[in-house]
């Protein structure tokens, strides 16, 4: 059983990346738009946080990598954090569920994106506001995405440094959240106002 799990959280990895490159190349040769605008013309503690995210994401992919094929060098070679403390079938499947929900929502947002799709924020070239589709339910459909995926993949693999990936990432995406809504409230200005009153922050 626990082989077909990794052999899950492998093809949800892979899609993630594969997704994310298909979805960027395809923007570029079409519209000849760079999607990821992450620590692009950030400066102080907002560009640290985007280039922290950047390398957590690398190193929590590797931690992924490593349960896959059964790697034992890890980032922290610290026993007592890579160490399973909960190997619990019913909370695999719950985490394997929010995965799969969660990665559902990111294609639809994708969908409804269109060429407005950024990682990050553009303050240069942002697109139009985006407020149909899976919009009209939730205005931060993709972080709640990488929520849901974080926190599905601390309950596979319960050890103490999926744990804290989950509680970090969720800290880290509601400020990148609270930072694009003053930068949409600044740019959109009412229409932007008139959308938060209509659709909720997270669902």
Known sequence: MDALINLYQGIMLILLFLTLTIRSI??????????FVIGK???GFNAVIEILFLIGLLIWSYEIITIIFNIEFHIIPIDFV???ILNNIILKYLGMGLIFIGYILFLMSLVSFGKSWRVGI???????????????ITRNPIFVYIDLYFVGTALINTNILFILFAVLV??????QILQEEIF???????????????VRRYI
């Not at 395809?26 to 999607?35: A, C, D, V």
């Not at 969720?170 to 400020?175: K, T």
């Not at 949409?184 to 209509?198: A, M, P, T, V």
Request: proline share 4%.
């Open 170 to 175: 969720i800290i880290g995406i509601h400020y």
């Open 184 to 198: 949409l409230s600044n740019f959109y200005g009412q229409e932007y106002s008139e959308y938060k009153k209509r």
């Open 26 to 35: 395809f923007l570029y040769l079409k519209n000849g738009i760079f999607p």
């Open 82 to 84: 890579n160490k399973i």
């Open 122 to 136: 553009d303050s240069k070239n942002p697109g139009k506001l985006v407020t149909n589709g899976i919009f009209s």
């Open 41 to 43: 013309d950030k400066k």
